[in-house]
């Protein structure tokens, strides 16, 4: 069965401090994985995507790296504003030609405090 | 920046009652989709459109539910006879193209209750 599981559930850091986010998954046959941002009651924004090939990507201070060999992602967060409290979402892509083969992780839910 | 819209924002029902959640996808995408997200728990699939049709559908979509394209913009998921355990907050989504590289856009959701 496909799952995908996250790391911590929650996490509190002060203003300014970096922060790393864990994603392990059991999905097969790979085909990307995603790392979407959700702030409560909105639906949840790409941040990045990253097929099989792909070790590390960045968009602005949010940086995602995948390792496919051990089916593990991370997103690391750099400097952390207020607005970066949200819940984050590992998102992983079965291939089967249908992008309905989502497997969505609980999600890392990260509050940045003063 | 387009993106994807949905109504009503919160919607409040008696079990049984027949709901319509709307949403209007993104202009020029081609797939469609809704998800729920019962509180606290991870978003989950229902349904995927195309061309007017399903093309796939999850468990939980069951013949209670049912989708429909019903004028070129509006994208909408009717709950027949809803129940308790409706309750959640549902998503559309779209996308361009049937790639799964592309990304889906979320629209900001729908919060059902049902009493």
């Known amino acids: 069965k496909n799952q995908v599981e996250q790391s911590p559930q929650s996490l509190i850091i002060l203003e300014g401090k970096n922060c790393t986010l864990q994603c392990n998954y059991t999905v097969s046959p790979f085909s990307n994985l995603r790392w979407y941002k959700q702030d409560t009651g909105r639906g949840p924004v790409s941040l990045t995507i990253?097929?099989?090939?792909?070790n590390t990507k960045s968009n602005g201070r949010y940086t995602a790296t995948l390792d496919a060999d051990t089916k593990q992602s991370s997103l690391h967060i750099t400097a952390s504003q207020l607005s970066d409290s949200a819940s984050y979402i590992c998102?992983?892509?079965?291939?089967?030609?249908?992008?309905?083969?989502?497997?969505f992780g609980t999600g890392t839910r990260l509050q940045v405090t003063l | 920046e387009p993106e994807v819209t949905q109504t009503p924002s919160h919607q409040v029902t008696q079990m049984g009652q027949e709901v319509i959640l709307r949403c209007v996808p993104i202009s020029n995408h081609l797939y469609f989709y809704w998800y729920r997200q019962i509180l606290g728990q991870k978003v989950e699939f229902l349904v995927s459109?195309?061309?007017?049709?399903?093309?796939?559908k999850s468990e939980i979509f069951d013949d209670q539910f049912s989708v429909e394209r019903p004028d070129g913009s509006n994208f909408t998921l009717k709950i027949r006879s809803t129940k308790l355990e409706d309750s959640a907050m549902y998503f559309c989504?779209?996308?361009?193209?049937?790639?799964?590289?592309?990304?889906?856009?979320f629209g900001p959701g729908t919060r059902l209750l049902v009493l």
């Open positions: 459109f195309y061309n007017n049709e399903i093309s796939e």
């Open positions: 990253m097929t099989f090939s792909e």
């Open positions: 998102v992983v892509s079965a291939n089967t030609g249908t992008a309905s083969k989502l497997t």
């Open positions: 989504a779209s996308k361009v193209q049937k790639t799964g590289q592309e990304t889906q856009y």
